[in-house]
């Protein structure tokens, strides 16, 4: 019996992510949870003919917290795409007042009610949100690092599309799994084109030609900001992205070995590797790496191609670091204060 619950469920991420969820045959139960409009999502959905039970959870008022517990109450995985989302003109964290206070709240809910489930943060800004649900549930006692995951799995996915685009005679997107490391916000992505199956074609590009392409998957959320002139962010593309993290997921929870995936992660000593990718990025506490999946979560961190970077790589990952270690520490304080 698998139940997954998605917070913000009546949202633009929302709304497409549970429909995927909803598709999903490992699901048995399909918890909706948001502040608004979440019934008639939850009755749209319920009428799919898969096999999921779908439940929609709406609060009566601010205050109250049954809907919230209801929703989470038995829940192995809970997705996190509630907030506000970015508009043109905002960056990722002018967002962070607001949507540090709901991932507060959230955080709270899942220690009280679903303390073991896999937490999957969408709401930006993920470098500092991850922090604040890992600080809060902290606090409550029941944090375990390697069940807790920031989706920056659309950055793989433009990564893996972008470079396609380039090479459309020879290749397809679903050719590539770009690495993509750092964070998940401007320059603290860093998408490692020289290794692996995109060496190659990465090589065969000019200076100006990588430089664009690596400026393209730092900022590709832009491209969309943009040409939604004000309807928001990515929303589809951000709902195939946390959907395929949480498949990886599913099939690790019933028993599939051998996946790997990347996540932005607490380099929390438990987990094996993560002593040695901190040192490598200088002490942070969280950093996007491949991570081994396993039934009861991450099992391993891949921190070994961080040490097969190029020199390029190597200065684009110290920026990264820079930042991400100023948005971590903001995380971190809104949490603790
Ligand atoms: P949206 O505004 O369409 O949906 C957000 C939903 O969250 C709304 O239905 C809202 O009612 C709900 N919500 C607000 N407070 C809540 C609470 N306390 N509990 C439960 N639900 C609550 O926004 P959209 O476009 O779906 O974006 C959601 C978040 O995802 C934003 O923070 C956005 O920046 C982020 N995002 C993250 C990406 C990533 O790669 N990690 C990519 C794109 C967006």
Redesign the pocket.
């Known amino acids: 019996m698998v139940k997954v619950a998605v ?8 709304q497409p992510l549970s429909l995927l969820v909803k598709l999903n045959a490992k699901v048995d139960e399909l918890a909706l ?5 979440v019934p008639g999502v939850g009755a749209d959905l319920g009428h799919i003919n898969s096999d999921s039970k779908t439940q929609s959870y709406l609060p009566s008022s601010k205050e109250d917290k049954t809907a ?1 517990a209801a929703a989470l109450k038995g829940s192995d995985i809970v997705i996190i ?6 508009k043109p003109g905002m960056t ?1 964290d002018d ?1 962070f007042n607001i ?1 540090a206070s ?1 991932c507060q ?2 955080a709270e809910g899942i220690a009280e009610n679903s303390p073991k489930a896999f937490v999957l ?4 800004p ?1 470098n500092s949100t991850v922090p604040i649900f890992a600080e809060t549930l902290k606090k409550k006692g029941v944090y375990d690092p390697s069940r807790l995951f ?6 793989i996915v433009r990564a893996n599309t972008f470079i396609s685009q380039l090479f459309p005679q020879d290749t397809k997107p679903s050719d590539f799994n770009v690495r993509v490391v750092g964070g ?1 916000s401007g320059e603290t992505i860093v998408p490692l084109y020289s290794l692996g199956s995109t060496k190659k074609y990465y090589g065969e590009l000019n200076e100006e030609q990588k430089k664009a392409l690596i400026h393209r998957v730092q900022f590709g ?1 832009d491209e969309v900001v943009q040409a939604k002139n004000g309807a ?4 589809l593309s ?1 709902a195939y ?2 959907y395929r993290l949480a498949e990886q997921i599913l099939k690790a929870v019933s028993g599939e070995t051998g996946i790997v995936e990347c996540t932005y992660l607490n380099l929390d000593s438990k987990i094996k590797g993560a002593a040695e990718a901190k040192t490598l990025v200088n002490g942070l506490d969280f950093f996007s790496l491949p991570v081994v999946l396993g039934k009861d979560g991450i099992e391993e961190v891949k921190y070994d191609i961080l040490n097969e970077v190029n020199d390029d790589e190597k200065k684009l990952l110290q920026v990264a670091i820079d930042q991400l270690s100023k948005n971590i520490e903001k995380g971190v304080a809104f949490a603790t204060k």
């Open positions: 917070l913000g469920a009546a949202g633009g991420i929302g949870f948001d502040v608004v409009n919230l795409p509630a907030g506000v989302p970015r990722r967002l949507n709901i709240g959230l943060v969408i709401s930006n993920v920031g989706v920056t799995t659309l950055d998940h959320g928001g962010s990515a929303t951000m992205a946390g």
